[in-house]
């Protein structure tokens, strides 16, 4: 039986313990280290004011330079140090987008199939002397379930035409047609009762809208109602007997 490359093995000593052999591994390892690495080069090796050795990474505190160097070939220093190892390359990786990410919503193309037919007509209120406007627009090919809108936008807000304070635009919309829009005059209009209403036809497909402009006279009463509202009431002090 050979027993020359027994750990510390003596003819007639019978086998070498688990716990022998761990130590005379260690014993090895703790020797090459020596040899081989310079402490002071250590990142982790912080010598305390009571001249002990500590390890920053993984915060424990040995009495010796040896029992340090022991203490970095051990189990827990490497597996510290490769789980830094992990973490530093996954801070220098750069960020990549997530494979779960949103669908993008593509606007629905509709193809136009040109401008709806219209009348505009004129009118005014004998009562009120306001000045009115009708639209009737025509949609005989409007999609299934879709009803007509429309909307004011001023002079600055269109890019079409130069801007000019005194107009304002009134937009009717409805797919597949095209948008057709009307310059009417930029006056207030009155949203009061029976004097702005729209109405839609599904039977004829016909869109109506009709509207009034407020009078100067009209605007002018709502402008000093407004500013006596706003006016704080007087107080009258009675003074009675004796102060």
């Known amino acids: ?3 020359d490359h027994r750990v510390k093995g003596r003819t007639g000593s019978g086998p ?3 716990a022998q052999r761990q130590l005379a591994q260690r014993d090895r390892l703790l020797k090459l280290a020596m ?10 090796l912080l010598r305390n004011h009571l ?19 022991a203490h970095t070939q051990g189990r827990r220093h490497q597996a510290n140090l490769a789980r830094r190892k992990a973490l530093d390359e996954k801070k220098d990786e750069p960020l990549r987008p997530t494979t779960a990410t949103m669908p993008k ?3 629905r193309r509709t193809i136009k199939i040109g401008r709806p037919g219209y009348q505009v007509i ?15 627009i025509q949609y ?20 079409v035409q130069v801007p000019d304070k005194n107009f304002q635009y009134l937009i009717f919309a409805a797919a597949p047609y095209e948008n057709i829009a009307f310059k009417i005059p930029n006056r207030e209009i009155d949203k009061g009762e029976n004097r702005f209403e729209t ?7 016909t869109f109506k809208l009709q509207l009034f402009f407020k009078t100067d006279e009209q605007i002018e009463v709502e402008r000093k109602r407004r500013e006596a509202s706003h006016t704080a009431p007087s107080l009258k002090i009675e003074y009675r007997g004796r102060l």
């Open 1 to 3: 039986m050979d027993f």
């Open 16 to 18: 070498i313990s688990d």
């Open 35 to 44: 040899e081989t690495s310079d402490i002071s080069k250590n990142p982790y």
């Open 51 to 69: 001249g002990k050795f500590e390890c920053k990474l993984c915060l424990t505190v040995h009495n010796t330079e040896a029992n340090f160097l």
């Open 105 to 107: 919503v593509l606007p």
């Open 122 to 136: 004129k009118q005014r209120d004998p009562a009120t002397g306001q000045l009115g406007l009708v639209f009737e």
């Open 140 to 159: 005989p090919e409007i999609e299934a379930n879709l009803q007509p809108r429309h909307r004011f936008m001023s002079a600055f807000e269109q890019k």
């Open 199 to 205: 109405q839609w036809n599904k039977t004829t497909k």
